[in-house]
């Protein structure tokens, strides 16, 4: 099971906090030459922040309410620029951000500048001058090779000052970035231990940058299994966010086949030569729609030869194909050489991210969009709200599951959820329908939460919600909700009673 | 030393002297164990049709309580009792390895003997018989029997013995009907082939869960405190001597037990006695209540007008369909009987039912009319109620003694996708399935309109040099083989002999859409792919 350093960051700081109440002051005695050993004060200070977060996660329960307020440490590092560069995580739904240096007493307030939920790294701006006085910005090295020894720096927790742990490299694979859960890129893992307070902090080889410690698996599921994000990732982060806008990962929106089985190389007309894999889908919504067929099989990309498995060499390592376009950004063209229907072509997709896998992804800085109407509350389908719900339903974990592989997003692009029923005696006879997704209000079709908003917008004595796959159709005169308002907006604390935008 | 006790019935309805006897204390305690496992499972007989629940008995020595009837012996000539014991040998198919069973068991039950010579049980106990026999009480003499008719839905079934001569000089139980207050006995047998009767109150005459999927029936609750005898898995309740419900389900801890009525009884019997059994009807519609007043304006219900119940889903090809029943429409009547806002009517002997009551006691092909509001107007339409055969449903919930058609392709098994596959998986299947699966079987009346009459699956790959690469793949929707659709199983093995350029090309609903067998080499390796796996058969399809 693994965790976000971060929050469990705030179990560890909450522990730790007693024993810093606890701290006495020590009255130095008079120095004497060869009596008192002075601590040691490496440079490394001179590059580092230790960063404290207060946050306000988004409250899908009740989204008229703001949320619990948490506080939690992290680590960051500078860069040229007068940039500090640490894990999305560490200042996600943020609030209010302080960074401090090693020795110095002044905490100096932040701004998070630019944020990649995608690949899990901020940039902050310190809002203060003299913070960047006195400090050295550290260089971005390269991919360190296997077995090779890094030191990882932070302010984790056993105290409160920066620490160093020490491991070598040992595995270089694509893993998912638990922050959004729906994105995977190049990761590095190590055996230096990381902790929670680690995150955002650099890890470096020879004095230079070859990582950004991250997220790492418990002691009880895995022992001395720590990642950083690599610095091709963090480069092209940099590169991204150069325009003064981050556009994120981009991806050929496409479902792949491995083409190991002989009859079926047959079938296809392929050589024998462990080449190549086959299309088996193209999101509608993607940028290779119209572009790519199901069934073309990829023979390169960029160039680069495709092996059976779906694996390509790229710098003298073997990767997964899609880190060539892992590289890449918004517009940027990617070169296929493939087969169809026998015959050899090639074709150029022009890079764009698809939206629909966002629904399933953890979604941060972001306020809950619903409406409240007749004490019905509508919210659309996301991660964070199954989260926060937890609902049990066939039909609203089968939409949300299978929302990209069965293309529902072509026919709901939302998914609208009636979440919750507020109990009052317009409403008394509806309990049954929660979890109901709409599908029409007054026959006109739904398919996000603007057409709901705009269906109840318009004047009607009654307002007939039909559910999909329930054949009660709900329905809501307009003069008893009416006069039902204020009676369920008081009752239930409601400040407001919808929110259409993030 | 310890005079022997007399053979007798104490209030506590056991005999002293079998207390002492160590075997049966023995055979009691483990039936304890067994019973710690199966009670949850009891909550759960509702869902899962597998009869895996039993009748759970427990001796609790000095903690019995409740009344029973006393029921003295008559040492010179007893009256032979109207039940035999019922030995079943069930083994159900094994849907994970549809060429194989699941390990047999045995479980024993009482059968009535009936006025037609034949026995009644439950079908739960000979679901799935390989072999049947029935004991005489007092003797023992044992026959076999074959499973004459057996209804899944009504949880019921006939036996035959194979000598007709078995049952001689057992009187039938006729049958009657009882009512809320009544006291039904409980029959059981003591070792000795003596009748035990334990009373129990009837307390509620409701439709009610069957431990078939979907099934709801006339269903009586009881409360009663049995205790274990053997054999106790299917038990006659009796009023004034005769048959008055088949026990369904009893509960040790809350004391509850559900019994299947005589009127139910009394339908099955009338149909097995046909030439052929048709089943419990249905109209294929599905209601909600009216109480929302809401809704009664939206559906143009007169004010004024009180009950009726919201026509929510007309099934398609249903007996309400082809009588013109519409979605919107509100049911007020049927078969004259008034239905308020809830769904129920008033029954004459039993008060506020389901309407569910007045359409499945029917005669199969019964025309039964229907009164309704449409748009507020009130028309009458006459539907022709009847059973909807479990193998008309895309995903059957049940398949009824048939072994799974199956093809084994190069290490691809294929095979039908029925609720039996799904509830491999367990008590919770609905959870632990393949979602998408379990999606299509609880909404298949919304996603298939006649387009495929059953679905092919590929279950899952066995390696073999054929199927290499595809190892991962399962659970996956077969829409085609060799270009040709597939309705049912029965496309199979007509789309298996037109190879494509010698390729098996097969299709999928989904990821990976399309892969390839060699034709030549998946039959050249045939023998060799069965003999590794200990397959008896490479494949079984059914005549059609």
């Not at chain 1, 003069?479 to 239930?492: G, K, L, N, P």
């Not at chain 2, 097969?506 to 397959?535: C, K, R, W």
Request: a negative charge.
């Amino acid at each position: 099971m693994r965790f976000s350093i971060r929050r469990v960051s705030l179990l560890f700081l909450l522990l730790a906090s007693p024993l810093a109440l606890g701290e006495e002051v020590v009255h130095p005695t008079p120095p004497s030459a060869a009596s008192t050993p002075s601590i040691p004060v490496p440079s490394i200070h001179r590059s580092l922040a230790r960063i404290t977060t207060t946050s306000q996660d988004p409250n899908y329960r009740e989204p008229w309410s703001a949320g619990p307020i948490e506080e939690a440490v992290g680590t960051g590092f500078i860069i040229d620029g007068q940039r500090i560069v640490t894990n999305a995580h560490v200042v996600s739904n943020s609030r209010f951000v302080t960074v401090e240096k090693e020795d110095d007493p002044h905490k100096y307030t932040a701004t998070v500048q630019f944020i990649a939920h995608d690949c899990d790294l901020a940039v902050l701006k310190v809002n203060e001058p003299g913070f960047f006085d006195n400090t050295t910005p550290l260089e971005l090295g390269g991919i360190p090779e296997i077995e090779s020894t890094v030191s990882a720096y932070g302010y984790p927790v056993g105290g409160d000052r920066m620490s160093v742990t020490e491991g070598i490299v040992s595995r270089i694979d694509f893993q998912t970035y638990t922050h959004s859960l729906v994105d995977s890129h190049l990761a590095i893992q190590i055996s230096a231990a990381i902790n929670p307070g680690n995150s955002g902090g650099p890890v470096l080889q020879h004095g230079k940058v070859v990582g950004v410690a991250f997220q790492g698996y418990s002691g009880d599921v895995a022992q001395n299994v720590g990642y950083m994000i690599p610095v091709p990732v963090i480069e092209r982060f940099l590169k991204d966010i150069s325009t003064g806008h981050y556009d994120g990962y981009m991806d050929l929106s496409i479902a792949t086949f491995p083409l190991q089985n002989p009859a079926m190389r047959n079938a296809l007309g392929l050589a024998d030569n462990d080449r190549g894999v086959m299309v088996s889908k193209v999101a509608a919504e993607g940028c290779s729609d119209g572009v790519l067929k199901e069934g073309d099989v990829l023979l390169t990309i960029d160039g680069h030869s495709i092996a059976s498995d779906g694996f390509t060499v790229l710098d003298g390592s073997r990767v997964e194909m899609a880190e060539v376009v892992e590289r890449k950004f918004k517009g940027d063209d990617v070169k296929l050489h493939i087969i169809r229907d026998h015959k050899e072509m090639d074709v150029t997709v022009k890079l764009d991210a698809a939206w629909p896998y966002l629904m399933q992804a953890n979604t941060y800085d972001v306020s809950p969009r619903y409406i409240l109407y007749g004490g019905l509350l509508f919210q659309p389908l996301s991660r964070n709200f199954l989260e926060s719900y937890d609902i049990d339903d066939l039909q609203v974990r089968y939409f949300y599951d299978f929302f990209l592989q069965d293309d529902l997003y072509k026919d709901h692009p939302e998914i609208i959820v009636l979440s919750a029923v507020l109990p009052d005696p317009i409403n008394t006879y509806l309990g049954d329908y929660r979890n109901g997704i709409v599908d029409e209000i007054n026959g006109e079709k739904v398919r996000t939460l603007d057409d709901l908003a705009n269906g109840l917008r318009k004047q009607s004595d009654q307002y007939v919600i039909k559910l999909l796959g329930v054949g009660r159709p709900i329905v809501l005169d307009r003069a008893a909700v009416e006069s039902a308002r204020q009676r369920i907006d008081q009752r239930y604390n409601v400040v407001k009673e919808q929110n259409l935008r993030d | 030393m310890k005079t022997p006790t007399r053979l007798t019935y104490n209030n506590h309805g056991y005999c002293l002297d079998r207390l002492v006897a160590k075997p049966f204390y023995l055979r009691s305690l483990r039936s304890l164990r067994f019973i710690m496992n199966l009670t949850a499972k009891i909550a759960e007989s509702a869902k899962d049709f597998r009869p895996v629940h039993s009748l759970i008995w427990y001796c609790c020595a000095g903690l019995l309580a409740g009344t029973v009837h006393a029921a003295p012996v008559n040492a010179t000539a007893p009256k032979l009792v109207s039940v035999v014991r019922v030995n079943a040998t069930d083994q159900g198919w094994d849907y994970f390895h549809p060429w194989t069973k699941h390990a047999p068991y045995s479980h024993r039950g009482l059968g009535t003997v009936l006025a037609n010579g034949e026995v009644l049980v439950t079908a739960e106990l000979v679901q799935d018989a390989n072999y049947v026999e029935l004991e005489r009480a007092e003797s023992g003499d044992r026959v076999p029997a074959t499973v004459d008719v057996i209804d899944y839905e009504a949880d019921l079934a006939l036996l035959k013995p194979a000598d007709p001569a078995f049952l001689k000089g057992i009187t039938p139980l006729q049958l009657t009907d009882a009512g809320v207050g009544d006291h039904l006995s409980v029959w059981q047998l003591e070792s000795t082939g003596a009748l035990l009767i334990t009373d129990a109150l009837l307390t509620t005459v409701a439709v009610g869960k069957y431990p078939a999927d979907d099934v709801a029936l006339l269903c009586y609750s009881l409360t009663t405190s049995l205790q274990y005898r053997d054999d106790s898995f299917v038990l006659p309740m009796v009023k004034d001597g005769k048959l008055a419900g088949l026990m369904l389900r009893y509960d040790t801890r809350t004391q509850d037990a559900d019994a299947i009525p005589a009127a139910v009884i009394r339908h099955f019997l009338a149909d097995a006695a046909g030439s052929t059994y048709n089943g419990f009807p249905k109209a294929g519609l599905l209601f909600a209540p009216t109480r929302d007043p809401q809704l009664r304006t939206y559906a143009k219900i007169p004010p004024g007008t009180t009950g009726g119940v919201y026509v929510t889903h007309v099934e398609q090809g249903s007996p309400g369909q082809a009588a013109g029943i519409q979605e919107g429409d509100v049911l007020t009547g049927i078969a004259g009987k008034k239905i308020d806002q809830d769904g129920n009517y008033i029954d004459a002997r039993y008060g506020k039912l389901s309407l569910v009551n007045l359409i499945s006691l029917q005669k199969s092909g019964a025309k039964v009319p229907f009164d309704l509001l449409r748009d507020g107007r009130p028309m009458t339409l006459d539907v022709a109620v009847q059973h909807r055969q479990a193998d008309s449903y895309v995903i059957p919930p049940y398949v009824m003694n048939k072994a799974p058609d199956y093809y084994v392709l190069g290490g691809l098994v294929l095979q039908e996708l029925s609720r039996d596959y799904l509830k491999e998986w367990g008590a919770d299947w609905a959870k632990k399935a393949p979602e998408r699966l379990v999606y299509y079987d609880q909404y298949q009346s919304d996603l298939f309109h006649g387009e495929v009459k059953h679905l092919v699956i590929l279950s899952q790959v066995m390696p073999t040099a054929d199927s290499i690469g595809y190892e991962d793949l399962g659970a996956l929707v077969v829409t085609k083989i060799n270009d040709i659709p597939l309705k049912s199983f029965a496309d199979v093995t007509k789309a298996l002999a037109h190879p494509i350029n010698g390729f098996h090309k097969i299709e999928f609903d989904e990821n990976p859409n399309v892969i390839y067998l060699d034709a030549a080499q998946v039959s050249a390796h045939e023998d060799d792919m069965q003999q590794t796996y200990g397959l008896p058969a490479v494949s079984r399809t059914s005549e059609q």
